[in-house]
């Protein structure tokens, strides 16, 4: 076979395979864009499982909106705009160093694929019922992020003091150690991140979310509002991670109990 022809189909071989890979990267780099992270499970957190699994600075390579808390349940935490932001126990909001460890988050790196116009909600169940509708349009069985930017006549939070070993389950931390704080005429951010039903073994089900006030002086866990009104932007998620902890009491810890009801007397 003639040199020149023999090296021309080698060529073309080589074009070819650097095509696919460009193309097999583009694919990979589009499903982590449309991915969601969590950090070891609800329900092991519920138990109690409360050491750092991840650090911030780990967390943030994958994901810039979110939410979780910090080891040994050291406040609430928020991820905004690819900042992790603590909501502590006395009141206090502060951007945590790369260094400080993970127990419990869940982030992604956010990419808009809708937005809901003219939000006005009386209440946090009124917010949820419309959100639940939003997400109708594009199928329940999704998960989702949404960043909700407005205005509350008055928002109620919480945070939770760090917690000492031996680790108490987290519906007796929220019974003694939960710090609720009112705050009212509030413009802010609300992270609302969504599990269906079918992965309430590894979340909750349904909506969870933190706030940030945009002059970063207050947050926290959402336990309820009145009066918001203002707009979301909608993240559909297709594609899900996760970090388990190492550590032998996760090992050993039994899962057998439905945890649902705990769940939802916390939240």
Do not use: C
């Amino acid at each position: 076979m003639n040199k020149k022809i023999v090296f021309a189909l080698v060529l073309m071989g080589l074009l070819a395979i650097s095509a696919a890979n460009a193309q097999n990267s583009l694919i990979l780099n589009n499903n982590n864009d449309d991915s969601m992270f969590q950090v070891s499970l609800m329900q092991a957190f519920m138990h109690g499982e409360y050491d750092g699994v991840i650090t911030v600075g780990d967390l943030k390579k994958h994901g810039d909106l979110g939410l979780g808390t910090f080891e040994g349940v050291n406040g609430e935490m928020i991820v905004l705009d690819g900042v992790v932001y603590q909501a502590a126990a006395d009141g206090s909001i502060n951007v945590m160093n790369d260094n400080e460890k993970i127990p419990f988050a869940t982030v992604t790196k956010f990419d808009e694929d809708g937005k809901i116009e003219n939000i006005n909600a009386n209440n946090f169940n009124d917010l949820t019922s419309q959100l639940n509708k939003e997400i109708e349009k594009y199928g329940t069985n999704n998960m989702y992020v949404i960043k909700i930017k407005g205005d509350f006549s008055n928002i109620t939070v919480r945070s939770v003091e760090k917690q000492e070993k031996p680790y108490k389950e987290f519906t007796d931390v929220a019974a003694v150690d939960q710090k609720v704080f009112n705050h009212t005429d509030q413009t802010g951010t609300l992270v609302a991140v969504y599990f269906p039903e079918y992965m309430k073994e590894l979340n909750m089900h349904g909506w969870h979310l933190h706030f940030l006030s945009d002059d970063k002086t207050k947050g926290g866990h959402v336990l309820g509002f009145n009066g918001f009104k203002g707009t979301g932007q909608i993240d559909e998620i297709h594609d899900f991670n996760m970090i388990l902890p190492t550590d032998d009491s996760f090992k050993t810890m039994n899962f057998t109990e439905n945890m649902t009801s705990k769940i939802n007397s916390v939240e």
